[in-house]
């Protein structure tokens, strides 16, 4: 086996261990959330929600540390300079540490506002011990983390990601007892923080197993040049970064403090369900994505093109087949088999607005692959922060007079107006010279496609009695892929991905 097929093969079976692991974690996850819901409440439901969304905002101190240090850790690792691997773990060590501090002052200036973030019908006691709870575990996340690293850059990522998995569903599964016979809120907690604690202790005497050579070194002190680059690449990522976080955290605490914990407890339940989605699509997503890289660096200018055209025919389809059937599922599901209660049940509108959020984004995927492979990121530096500017604008204008929907509107509005058109026009405009007549076509066209099937499968799944999901789930697969492959059939882009799929199927069928 040569060492494209060994790299090839790591591949694989990183992405199939991930891939298990989540599928577990997120079946169990479900029944976790459940069982919280039905011991703690919804509204317990909802600071929960909250108080991951500002510790997630917290975390933001990290600044691309880790993703600096891995890129800095191939070269070293494919050569064996464990000298200036050392050095380099050596460094990250340090700053995380410095990360965790920092995490942990920052969320100790929080606590005594803790309460006003929260808007309740009722008095949730002990707001700032849970939100202090949170943050430990959120710190403790940084212990020994910074050893995991190296085996992703190994291509042994699997040893972690089975590592994280197995004291995930553990941690669940202990956590649904605890709050069957106790529940008690803080016990679930303390229960999360001894997880992430095991986890980095297991990940990283795993690294002293896989590099012994490791353990007794400490490391040459880096070349000043060596750490110019690595705080350069951070000072690159870190307004990117720093965006997303603030976009990922503001949705949560505007609907907690102006409407309700409830509420945002109820979405969260929603949102569970869609980025867990998200999180499976992307597997497969992301494994295109990387590719691109190859292709835009070796093909010629025309070839691109018709693989971009072919990636955005493949994502309007698969991404409107899912979206149309998460419209039509996702609230007979809540209701009827997971939380069991109309109260759990989000008015259409509002779920129509967050699909279509996650349809925007799911779209956008091929151009931001070219986007990002051509390094079209630095002409356009503060795209996030425009982003995170009009979302807060929008749903602070709208909160007060549409409520929920208003901060979703701002969402969805804001992606919109700053990265899905700012990517396609500087893919479209710079890297592929203004050709933008096909492409425009091609989106229009099956953006239309997905309008229409999405209106036939809502009013038929409407016309279903007793809201069954399965045959909700039948009816969408039908309706919408019978109209797709309608509108489809005999196109260029439809043509090419049939061929794609027929090589990769004779090929899997050929060796076995």
């Known amino acids: 086996m040569n060492n494209e097929e060994l790299r090839s093969v790591k591949v694989l079976r990183n992405t199939a261990w991930a891939m298990i692991g989540y599928v577990l974690y997120a079946l169990v996850g479900f029944v976790s959330r459940s069982v919280f819901i039905a011991k703690l409440g919804q509204e317990i439901a909802g600071v929960s929600t909250l108080f991951g969304s500002i510790l997630s905002l ?229 494994s295109a994505s990387d590719a691109t890289g190859n292709l835009a660096a070796s093909a010629n200018k025309n070839v691109q093109y018709r693989t971009l055209l072919d990636m955005e025919f493949l994502a309007l389809w698969l991404y409107g087949f899912i979206s149309v059937g998460m419209l039509c599922t996702i609230t007979p599901f809540v209701c009827n088999i997971w939380i069991r209660s109309d109260s759990a049940a989000l008015p259409f509108s509002t779920l129509l607005l967050l699909v279509l959020n996650f349809y925007l984004v799911g779209i956008c995927w091929p151009a931001f692959s070219f986007f990002y492979a051509k390094g079209l990121l630095r002409k356009v530096p503060y795209m996030n922060i425009l982003n995170v500017a009009l979302n807060l604008a929008i749903s602070l204008g709208l909160v007060s007079s549409l409520g929920v929907n208003g901060v979703y509107i701002g969402t969805v509005l804001s992606y919109l107006c700053s990265n899905f058109f700012l990517v396609h026009y500087m893919v479209l405009r710079h890297h592929f010279e203004g050709k933008i007549g096909p492409f425009l076509r091609l989106f229009l066209k099956y953006v239309v496609v997905t309008i229409l099937a999405g209106v036939l499968c809502v009013w038929g799944c409407r016309c279903i009695p007793g809201e069954s999901v399965i045959a909700r789930i039948l009816l969408c697969t039908v309706a919408y892929n019978g109209v797709f492959l309608l509108c489809s059939w005999g196109s260029r882009e439809f043509s090419s991905i049939s061929q794609l799929v027929a090589a990769i199927l004779k090929q899997v069928t050929s060796k076995n």
């Open 58 to 286: 917290l975390s933001m101190a990290e600044l691309g540390f880790g993703s600096a240090i891995s890129i800095h850790l191939y070269k070293p690792v494919a050569e064996g300079d464990n000298q200036k691997i050392a050095a380099l773990l050596g460094l990250y060590k340090k700053a995380c540490r410095v990360i965790a501090v920092a995490i942990f002052l920052l969320a100790l200036g929080l606590l005594p506002f803790i309460p006003y973030f929260v808007k309740s019908t009722q008095q949730i006691s002990n707001l700032r011990w849970y939100f202090f709870l949170y943050t430990i575990q959120t710190v403790c996340s940084y212990s020994y983390a910074y050893k995991g690293v190296l085996l992703t850059v190994s291509q042994q990522g699997y040893i972690k990601s089975n590592i994280t998995n197995f004291f995930l569903l553990t941690c669940s599964i202990v956590q649904i007892c605890v709050l069957c016979w106790t529940g008690s809120f803080s016990l679930y907690l303390v229960i999360y923080i001894l997880s992430t604690l095991l986890t980095n202790i297991f990940v990283s005497s795993a690294v002293n197993r896989k590099f012994p050579a490791l353990n007794s070194l400490v490391g040459t002190p880096l070349e000043p040049e060596e750490k110019r680059n690595i705080f350069s690449f951070i000072r690159a990522s870190a307004i990117d970064r720093v965006a997303v976080a603030v976009k990922s955290a503001t949705d949560n605490m505007i609907v907690s403090g102006f409407i309700s914990v409830l509420v945002t407890g109820i979405v969260g339940n929603y949102t569970m369900i869609i980025n867990t989605v998200r999180t499976l699509v992307n597997f497969f997503f992301t």
